[in-house]
């Protein structure tokens, strides 16, 4: 009982970290026979899954509910900014970095066969917003189609409890109260997953570096290191720079939100790290009603991480092919597969899908997925991360930026 009481008790982030050098410790002892631990692994994977729907449903709804539509529309237009202004960042990064140091140029083909992706339709994307049915939406995990639902809901719900009718006035505080209660409900499941959580990542890193090895990532690590570095320079110029530029601490905010980045990191599931996400929020000060609007949609529209890594990717795959591009290639590379991640799953390895579609377009050998499939996880880690800190932070601006507006509106009344 002490020793649960312990563990229970001690940081979250020193579980997690533990977890994952006791994992990379035994994948590297044990090689291919740390496989054995992969369910452990699976099974974190679909619990974070499972909650996530839920958790962004019920968020959104009361998100929406919190605001009026002049608030939402403000608010949705500055993410959308700020997105962009991101996003491009990340992309210019990958880019400068991998054509700086130019990875890939020393490395050959592998054997391996890759299935050639189905490109999605911009007419489909748009369509599957909204789903054919309200049980159709959370079955396929479809989080645009949710989100939709959401903010439907929300609005009316808004409008029930403002009515002039009384009894629908009564039924809409009693819905209110009702998304109240599960929200509640389900953040409190969630704190009963991550309590399991450091044993998945033990799982998960046992069976990625026992299955992988050393080699693997030794023979790409100039490609690791290039997508790192830029990372690392997202991190410090451009989230920093915009902390500073609205006057947040950035010591504070890193300290506040490292439950978010580090589970995002361990687990490489932005989906997944919503609900921590938006806990570490909200400790960081965030307004709820920015948080549970901002965090949901940024999962879905926004991927620094995944942007970085498409511009590193392209540059890499053009080295090893010998293939050579233009700067208007580069700029149609990135818009494609930008737009092809709007609303592809956070899910572990969906950056692979991604980047497999966009070769397949420009001509480009598949093989190349294989080759860098070899350190996906590595990739994918850092990648999350900063995607789900890349929403974080643009949460944190808007709502500076609202409070900023209040106050002068407060002044000038």
Do not use: C
Not at 20 to 27: N, P, Q, Y
Not at 89 to 95: E, F, N, P
């Amino acid at each position: 009982m002490n020793i649960w009481k312990k563990y229970k008790n001690s940081s979250f982030i020193l579980k997690m970290t533990s977890g994952f050098i006791l994992g990379i410790l035994i994948g590297i002892i044990f090689g291919p026979d740390a496989a054995i631990v992969k369910p452990l692994g699976t099974l974190l994977i679909k619990l974070l899954n499972m909650i996530a729907t839920p958790v962004v449903f019920l968020t959104v709804v009361l998100a929406v509910n919190q605001m009026n539509p002049a608030q939402l529309g403000r608010t949705g237009g500055k993410l959308v900014l700020y997105y962009a202004v991101t996003t491009a960042s990340a992309v210019l990064i990958g880019l400068g970095i991998s054509l700086l140091i130019n990875p890939g140029k020393s490395l050959s083909l592998p054997k391996a066969e890759v299935a050639k992706p189905e490109t999605p339709l911009a007419s489909d994307v748009i369509l599957s917003i909204v789903p054919d049915n309200i049980l159709t939406a959370f079955t396929t995990g479809n989080l645009m189609a949710v989100m939709f639902l959401a903010i439907i809901i929300g609005f009316t719900i808004s409008g029930m409890r403002f009515s002039t009718d009384e009894n629908i006035q009564k039924y809409g505080v009693q819905l209110q109260s009702l998304f109240d209660a599960a929200n509640v409900l389900f953040f409190r499941i969630l704190k009963g997953i991550l309590l399991y959580a450091p044993i998945g990542i033990f799982a998960i890193a046992a069976t990625a570096f026992g299955t992988q090895g050393w080699d693997t990532f030794t023979s790409l690590l100039k490609f690791t290191a290039v997508f790192y570095i830029g990372i690392i320079i997202l991190w410090v110029f451009v989230y920093s720079g915009i902390l500073k530029l609205f006057k947040i601490p950035v010591r504070n905010f890193f300290m506040n939100t490292k439950d978010a980045y580090t589970t995002a990191f361990f687990t490489s599931s932005s989906l997944a790290t919503l609900p921590v996400a938006i806990d570490s929020a909200k400790k960081a000060g965030i307004s709820e009603k920015i948080t549970n609007f901002s965090l949901p949609l940024g999962a879905v529209f926004n991927s620094d991480g995944g942007a970085l890594r498409m511009g590193a990717s392209i540059v890499f795959a053009a080295n090893v092919s010998g293939a050579h591009f233009s700067t208007m290639d580069f700029l149609t590379i990135i818009l494609v597969g930008t737009l092809l991640s709007i609303g592809t799953a956070g899910i572990p390895a969906a950056g692979l899908v991604t980047l497999a579609a966009v070769l397949t377009m420009f001509d480009l050998p598949l093989e190349i997925v294989a080759l860098i499939a070899g350190v996906d996880a590595i990739i994918g880690m850092a990648g999350t991360a900063s995607n789900v800190i890349g929403d974080v932070v643009g949460a944190a601006v808007v709502d500076q930026s609202e409070k900023k507006r209040e106050s002068q509106e407060v002044i000038a009344s």
